[in-house]
């Protein structure tokens, strides 16, 4: 048991909280966790008395009162834990998921199988990524417009369902800087088992200066190559899906990609987000996440896919 | 055993001879013609109980298969699109096709005997409901010999299984199987109650009634107060799906979160529906094998009624994450904490039982002891996630996999395989091998724990349910290698308890009467029972008639303020009639007789022509649907027309 825990310490887990309401239950969990040994070991080792009791040479009948047993052990002993569990679900609940003043709007929508991030009242949008400020209560507004899914990223939060047609909010303070990965927990379809969501904690300095880059107006493509990337990009079918802010591709099926070159993954956690993984993504991404509304490129030669991932990669 | 032995029947003929007319008069037709119009309550029961066994092990199955694919990370071993099929047919089978049969099967066969009576009050209808049972699990099955199998998961959420998401008929199979398979357990939780309000023998009033029969009491009512709302949830979907309404299309200004309602409405009381008969059988077996009688008898009934009326207050509990306001979630939550002290009550007296009696650590008691230290753990854990914010962590993640496991696998399927040893020996005649039988448990026992236990764990690292694979580097893959490992270990165990069971119809040990010197009268009548269980109704006078009388008296000395007709039907007379004394619902005084049917394929006829209907909805066959409805009706105008004097 005591391996078992200092395992789940080790490691990230939800009682190693990072936020503030994975922090109030992580709490409410090892005082759950106490109680549950203590109730373990007792019966247990009732059930184990009880039955070798009897069995023993030379056993006396036994004088134990049934009814005042299951009185105690049935009605009143559970009424006393039951009662203490009550207060603090009600301490903890109350104390999560209100309203705060100040705090960092941020829209959540599941797609299917990614999310769109967008901070109202700027331009933002991203995707797969959120990136907050640490010590600053944040409101998270899930939205779906297909299927249910489950916002949960546990050194943070708890669940919150993303239900089309009726907006959740989850609200918590991130109190450590980090990435912490998160997953959708409500099945959703194909490719349920690949919807990750990142959200980085920066230091309020570093959210500023990234969100003024992101702000910021788009420069042409830095380079030749990415240039060439960027007309083959327009040409295809990639601009009919994705959108880039300040050129002509404004698609919404796919992820905005505007600054897609500092995200970290491809494909919502599934591939690490470098040139090579890229360009097999553009290749074929059916291949890689089975039933994604991405379409592979097969008749693109190398060189096309190779300018269009360095017109990406200049994205940031 | 001495004090199983009955006196002989009250009348002149001699014995063999009676025997002999008897047989004659209650025998089913041999071969193909007797297994299609049997009636007979021990032979539907059994067929109940074998059905549910084959799609246990279809089930676990694929099971075994998905945990292959998550043995290691990045597997290739299932495609996305075979996984969700699997882990959708895996929990759906094990519901709605095993665990809620398998327990009717033996609420079927054990019920008549155990209150002493000669039949179900409804043997065609009993006929029927298990036809409605096997022909809905065929057509679910049927799924995968067309290659679309339902992928929904077991509770189907919608918008998901809409037809935009859902395009082709995996989901209609899903849907019109629920709603096909809840006729079945509909119509038998009727007979059940009629039977068991109405059916007891003489003297057994409420309060001597076993307390596996008060089980399937409890479960009976909560079927009919439950299965209707799954029945509207999947009817709503398949409107949804198959005529174009919109019941859950958000667009269209219909609600998502109303199929949650309504599936849930039933589905929290369903695991307390196969919980009841569960611990109905762990309470008959701890006694039995503690010598002694149960510990605080009437504190475990009313704890049975309770949880049957609290489990409708709790549906919400497994929508804590949608975004229902706190105040109500905490209603909710306080109602799922409430449940836990009906079970703690039958806890303390089941090891109150133990303590004061002397325990044999025979088969079926390993499975009950083994089904205390599982169902303990399952139960904390339950408490754990009735905590609001804690479940907000832990829900839909293998945390609650591992719950649901302990509670649905470990405290009923553990009871169940307990109460195959203990009552198989009744219904075959014979004995199962104790020492196949010590190893089956063991290798389950062990297999279980090891399989299920590291999956807290797993739902703590973050791994959410329903997900057909992970990557190597997120710290899941020695876990789920150990649980793949222990999950094989699990299902080799089950499978020696097959082989045990197949053994002893070759080789076992003939059964005697009353082989664990139990206290209910299904062990007074011989191994197996005679087609009419009894040649002359006991009369019970005691909570453990064959533990406080010897013998049982039978109905020649039966209560004296008996009806004419009613007295007639106890004695041999009765049987002879092909009738059965029908008695009080409360205080079990004789009243009346009801006649017990011949043979007849009008139930299987009824059954296929719903199964037509059926497959006319998923295929959009008019004509097979309308055909199914008139063989369906004409069978049913039939059996109604023709009364009991025209069949016996």
């Known amino acids: 048991m005591t391996a078992g825990t200092a395992f789940l310490t080790t490691v990230a887990s939800i009682v190693t909280p990072k936020g503030s309401e994975a922090d109030r239950i992580a709490g409410a969990w090892w005082l759950m966790f106490g109680l549950a040994a203590i109730v373990y070991v007792v019966v247990a080792g009732l059930i184990v008395y009880a039955t070798v009791r009897g069995r023993r040479r030379g056993a006396r009948p036994s004088g134990l009162r049934e009814d005042a047993f299951i009185w105690i052990g049935g009605v009143a002993a559970p009424v006393v834990i039951l009662f203490v569990l009550a207060v603090v679900t009600v301490h903890t609940t109350e104390a999560l998921r209100r309203p705060a003043r100040g705090a960092l709007a941020v829209d959540v929508a599941g797609e299917d199988w990614w999310w769109a991030v967008r901070y109202p009242g700027t331009d933002i949008v991203t995707a797969n990524e959120i990136h907050l400020p640490v010590d600053r209560p944040v409101d998270l507004r899930l939205t779906s417009d297909n299927v249910i899914h489950s916002f949960w990223v546990p050194e943070l939060a708890g669940k919150q369902d993303a239900i089309p047609g009726q907006p959740n909010h989850l609200r918590f303070t991130p109190e450590a800087t980090g990435t912490f990965i998160g997953r959708c927990a409500e099945y959703c379809g194909l490719q349920h088992a690949h919807m990750e969501i990142r959200v980085i904690v920066q230091t309020a300095t570093d959210f500023g200066r990234w969100q003024a880059r992101q702000e910021a107006t788009r420069t042409e493509p830095v380079s030749d190559v990415a240039a060439a990337g960027a007309a083959i990009f327009q040409r295809q079918a990639c601009a009919g899906c994705h959108t880039v802010r300040g050129t002509s591709a404004t698609g919404t099926v796919g992820p905005d990609l505007t600054d897609f070159g500092g995200r970290e993954t491809i494909g919502a956690g599934l591939l690490e987000n470098n040139s090579r993984n890229l360009a097999d993504w553009i290749r074929d991404a059916p291949e890689l996440k089975p039933g994604t509304a991405m379409p592979s490129f097969h008749d693109l030669t190398d060189r096309d896919v190779q300018t269009i991932v360095a017109y990406l990669e200049s994205l940031q | ?648």
């Open chain 2, 1 to 648: 055993m001495a004090i199983t032995e009955r006196r002989p029947p009250a009348t002149d003929a001699r014995p063999d001879e009676l025997e002999h007319a008897l047989e004659e008069r209650w025998e089913d037709a041999p071969g193909i013609p007797g297994f299609f119009n049997s009636v007979d309550h021990k032979r539907v029961g059994m067929r109940y109980i074998y059905t549910a066994f084959i799609f246990f092990f279809v089930a676990g199955a694929l099971a075994l298969v998905m945990r292959v694919q998550l043995a290691a990370p990045n597997a290739d071993v299932l495609s996305p699109q075979t996984y969700n099929e699997f882990f959708t047919v895996h929990g759906t089978a094990m519901i709605f096709l095993f665990n809620t049969p398998v327990l009717a099967g033996f609420g079927n066969y054990l019920i008549p005997l155990m209150i002493g009576s000669r039949d179900m009050a409804f043997p065609r209808l009993n006929a029927f409901s298990y036809w409605i049972f096997v022909l809905s699990g065929l057509f679910f099955f049927a799924s995968f010999a067309i290659g679309h199998p339902p992928d929904g998961g077991w509770f189907a959420y919608v918008p998901l299984t809409s037809k935009p998401y859902s395009g082709d008929v995996n989901i209609d199979f899903w849907g019109l199987a629920v709603i096909f398979v809840g006729i079945s357990t509909t119509v038998g939780a009727v007979n059940f109650i009629v039977t068991i309000f109405k059916l007891r023998a003489p003297g057994m009033t409420l309060h001597r009634m076993p307390i596996f029969v008060w089980s399937m009491l409890v479960f009976a009512f909560m079927v009919i107060f439950a299965v209707p709302a799954v029945t509207v949830a999947a009817s709503l979907l398949e409107l949804d799906r198959l005529f174009g309404t919109s019941f859950y299309d958000v667009a269209s200004g219909g609600s998502a979160l109303l199929y949650q309602h309504l599936f849930w409405f039933w589905g929290h009381p369903e695991v307390y529906i196969l919980f009841i008969p569960a611990t109905g059988m762990i309470s008959t077996i701890i006694p039995v094998f503690s010598r002694r009688r149960l510990a605080g008898y009437v504190w475990v009934v009313t704890a049975l009624v309770a949880i049957g009326f609290i489990s409708f207050g709790v549906w919400v509990h497994h929508m804590f994450a949608t975004g229902i306001p706190p105040l109500s979630l905490s209603f909710f939550s306080a109602v799922s904490l409430i449940i836990t002290i009906p079970s703690g009550v039958q806890f303390f007296a089941w090891i109150a039982t133990m303590w004061k009696g002397v325990v044999r650590f025979s088969v079926p008691m390993l499975f009950a002891i083994g089904f205390l230290l599982i169902f303990l753990l399952g139960g904390i854990t339950g408490v754990m996630v009735s905590v609001l914010p804690f479940d907000w962590q832990v829900t839909d993640s293998y945390f609650v996999v591992a719950h649901f496991h302990y509670v649905l696998n470990g405290a009923v399927v553990f009871p169940i395989f307990g109460a195959l040893y203990y009552w198989l020996p009744k219904m075959t005649g014979r004995m199962l091998d104790e020492r196949l039988g010590r190893i089956s448990f063991w290798t389950m026992f062990v297999g279980f724990n090891v399989a299920f236990f590291p999956m807290h764990i797993l739902g703590f690292l973050g791994m959410p349910r329903r997900v057909y694979t992970y990557d190597s580097g997120v710290g899941w893959s020695g876990l789920n290698l150990v649980i793949s490992v222990a999950s094989f270990a699990f299902g080799l165990g089950t499978l020696l308890t097959l082989v045990n069971f197949a053994m002893s119809h070759r080789r076992g040990a003939p059964a005697p009467d009353n082989p664990w010197d139990a206290d209910t009268l299904e062990w007074s009548t011989s191994s197996p029972p005679p087609e009419y269980n009894f040649a002359t109704t006991p009369v019970v006078s005691s909570l453990h008639p064959l533990w406080d009388e010897h013998p049982v008296p039978d109905a020649a000395s039966g209560p004296d303020d008996a009806r004419d007709d009613a007295r007639r039907a106890l004695g041999v007379a009765g049987a002879l009639d092909k009738e059965m004394p029908v008695t009080e619902g409360l205080d079990a005084l004789p009243q009346d007789t009801l006649g017990i049917p011949a043979p007849t394929y009008l139930p299987f006829l009824a059954a296929l022509g719903v199964t037509a209907i059926f497959v006319g909805l998923l295929a959009e066959a008019v004509v097979v649907g309308v055909a199914g409805a008139v063989v369906g009706i004409t069978a049913v105008v039939v059996w109604l027309w023709r009364t009991d004097e025209d069949l016996r």
